[in-house]
Each structure stands twice: as structure tokens, then as C-alpha cells.
């Protein structure tokens, strides 16, 4: 199935088009400081007919062991600004473009991530992560998104609760018609 790349997408956002949609798929989750747990995701990544970003927003809840919805898990809202500077990756053959993501969280912290879309693969890691007297210690994180046969599967690592970068989240999402 080829991309149809929308007209009035402003062209900074073009190579940010393959997310473009409704995502919803399962994935799992664990951490030294809680239990595993397998989890179900709606990801939704739209635009604003000639804006220079992508609007992004991600619900999750807790699936039992016959993946029925047990309860909200997180939820983040923000938005994903790729910029200007793109350059020939002549080993793949693809453009890199350079990317600012800023997500906010009901649970009290805030994230800068940096990285960059290389095809269709993005990877991003924190640059700033900004949290409220209340919430829970978060200090860094690392995301891989990519597109595998038609799927956008992501992993999420962190650094947190005194743990070292490691695995946290990981899903695949499949797009909804």
C-alpha cells in the first residue's frame, strides 16, 4: 500500500507522514520497581493543514490475561516538530530529518525529546524532563518508533525510581480504518 501524503501537509511534516493516522494494538510493560503487565493503545497522530508539526496523542489502560480493559493506565498529549534540517543518509539511502517532540502527562512531568526520523524509523531521547513536587521520579528515556509491514511498533526505555536506563514499554500498533 503506498503513503498518500496529504496536500496541505505543511513540507517539513512529509517525512513524519507514515504516522499519520489512528494506531491501536497491545504491547507489554515491566520495570524493576512493578510487576508485568500487558497493556492495550490508541495512538493518534494528526496535523494542522499547513502548521509545521504533527499533534500527537496516546491513551493506554490495563488488559487481564484474556486482554479485556482492566483500567486507564497513562495518558500524553504533545506535539512533534521536525525541522528544516534534513540530510542524505547515503549508506540507506534515506533523508534524516531532525525532530523535537514535547509530551505532557497528567501524572506531573513534562519531556523535551530529541532525535531524529530516518525513513521510517524514528528514534528519540530526552533532553529535558521537567516533573512537579508530586510526581514520581523520572529522569531520562529513550523511544524507538518504526514501521514494519504496515504496523508501527515502538519500545520505551527508562531511567527511574533510582534504576538505570532500561526497558520499559513496548507495543505494536496496527492502524485503524
Known amino acids: 500500500m503506498a503513503l498518500e501524503i496529504p496536500s ?3 513540507p517539513d511534516c512529509v517525512p513524519l507522514a507514515f ?3 489512528t494506531w491501536a494494538g497491545a504491547g507489554v510493560g515491566g520495570y524493576p520497581t512493578i510487576e508485568s503487565f500487558n497493556f492495550g493503545q490508541e495512538a493518534v497522530f494528526s496535523y494542522i493543514p499547513g502548521k509545521p508539526f504533527l499533534k500527537y496523542e496516546s491513551r493506554s489502560w ?6 479485556n480493559q482492566v483500567r486507564p493506565l497513562a495518558t500524553e498529549t504533545g506535539f512533534w516538530r521536525p525541522q528544516a534540517r534534513t540530510e542524505e543518509n547515503g549508506t540507506a539511502g534515506t533523508t534524516r530529518t531532525q525532530l523535537e517532540v514535547v509530551l ?3 501524572t506531573g512531568f513534562a519531556e523535551i525529546w530529541v532525535g531524529e526520523a530516518d525513513g521510517a ?3 528519540l531521547r530526552t533532553d529535558v524532563v521537567a516533573r512537579t513536587e508530586t510526581a514520581k521520579e523520572y529522569t531520562a528515556g529513550h523511544r524507538l518508533y518504526g514501521l514494519v509491514k504496515g504496523d508501527l511498533l515502538w519500545a ?3 531511567a527511574a525510581m533510582g534504576q538505570p536506563m532500561q526497558s520499559h514499554l513496548s507495543a ?3 492502524p485503524v480504518k
Open 19 to 21: 504516522l499519520l493516522g
Open 172 to 174: 505494536q500498533l496496527k
Open 156 to 158: 520505551f526505555d527508562m
Open 8 to 10: 496541505d501537509l505543511h
Open 121 to 123: 524509523k524514528v528514534e
Open 62 to 67: 490495563l488488559l487481564d490475561e484474556d486482554g
Open 104 to 106: 505532557s502527562h497528567p
